[in-house]
């Protein structure tokens, strides 16, 4: 186990969507470990180390939005990029109507967290690596509201805002710590890169708001 941090985050909307869903975009009840690491190595993260989510306590009630939104079926494909950029006369907008196509997402709103992690180092790791100094990064960064890129619940369009919540702190009370456990059903843990992309899911399990995130290789994490 490596260094912990508790990092309180909130925002308005929220979208982590289920791999199942094809065209539309429908979220999980609650964050997923994936997002909560992404959040995390917004704010710090290098070769040398690799974030674990540990838990994520949900503080606000769960409740969805439903919009509708334009979207274009097809991206811009990179040969008509480089014929533009080599002065051919290329239509690049996607204002044809066959282009686009309405799409229902179904977010969360008013959205609340404490992600509780922590850091390993790796084998990417230089002579001047050591915890203390990344965990000493990371907190510092967290205090002022630094990060690398804007962090985001799921889609890049939710931003997300977030607090160190420092060691002795009091945790922010959670709309379910005195009620009944809760299934989430089977949840994305994470992507696995190797010869394939493999990923892999977990049973989340709610209990007086905490979601205990197994680890990778444990039996509860499939595939």
Not at 7 to 27: D, I, N, Q
Not at 60 to 81: G, H, L, M, P, W
Not at 185 to 190: A, F, R, T
């Amino acid at each position: 186990m490596g260094y912990g941090i508790k990092l309180h985050v909130w925002g308005e909307r929220a979208c982590f969507t289920r791999p199942e869903m094809k065209a539309e975009r429908v979220s999980y009840d609650v964050m997923t470990p994936s997002a909560a690491r992404g959040i995390l190595e917004a704010i710090h993260w290098k070769p040398a180390i690799r974030w674990v989510v540990d838990r994520i306590q949900v503080l606000n009630e769960i409740a969805f939005d439903s919009v509708r939104r334009n979207e274009v079926e097809n991206k811009i494909s990179a040969t008509q990029i480089k014929s533009a950029m080599n002065g051919r006369d290329v239509v690049l907008n996607q204002t044809a109507p066959e282009e686009r196509q309405q799409r229902m997402t179904v977010m969360l709103r008013d959205v609340a967290y404490v992600i509780e992690a922590h850091f390993e180092m790796t084998d990417s790791a230089g002579e001047s690596d050591n915890p203390d100094k990344h965990y000493s990064i990371f907190s510092r960064r967290a205090r002022g509201g630094q990060f690398y890129h804007q962090p985001y619940f799921g889609c890049r369009e939710f931003p997300a805002s977030f607090e160190l919540l420092e060691e002795g702190a009091e945790m922010p009370k959670s709309f379910y710590q005195n009620r009944p456990e809760r299934d989430l059903q089977w949840m994305l843990w994470d992507l696995e890169y190797g010869a394939e992309i493999s990923p892999k899911f977990f049973r989340a399990v709610m209990n007086r708001g905490v979601i205990d995130v197994p680890n990778l290789h444990k039996r509860e994490v499939r595939s």
